[in-house]
């Protein structure tokens, strides 16, 4: 089966994603992770390089190992070198947004500020998904 990893440190933005993802079908299709902050990433990163990892939902303002480090380390992982990472935080710097550009990352958000508005993000992913499975 497909795997998603959701690396997040927020309990309720882990229940809100939860939540957007079953709403969007996304735990119907693909097996999904969580780990709490970058050192947990990282490990569970190593685990998964062998399966079907197809995507990196990451929030940058991680404990231990931040985003942009774990994203440096998916990007420089032959094995993952391809998945699809999508970053998200809660306000991002101009000079912050061309490094992730730079970094490779596939897509970046800010997180919602609004209840409603997460559900957006399982619709967007799985958007994501089908548009890379019909073009490989």
């Known amino acids: ?15 809100l994603i939860r939540e957007a993802f079953s709403s969007a079908g996304l735990d119907n ?29 990451l929030d940058l303002n991680l404990p ?35 490094r992730l550009m730079d970094m490779g990352v596939n897509h970046h958000l800010v997180k919602p500020m609004r209840l409603e508005e997460y559900a957006g993000i399982g619709t967007l992913i799985r958007q994501m998904l089908a548009n890379r499975n019909t073009v490989a």
């Open 1 to 15: 089966m497909n795997r998603i990893l959701v690396v997040e440190d927020n309990p309720a933005d882990v229940f």
């Open 64 to 98: 231990k190992s931040g985003g942009f480090d774990v994203l440096q380390s998916i990007r420089a992982d032959a094995a993952l070198r391809h998945t699809l990472v999508v970053t998200w935080t809660s306000s991002l710097a101009p000079e912050e947004a061309q």
């Open 29 to 57: 299709d693909y097996l999904v992770s969580f780990a709490g902050d970058g050192e947990e990433a990282l490990e569970k990163l190593a685990q998964l390089r062998t399966e079907s990892l197809c995507l990196v939902l």
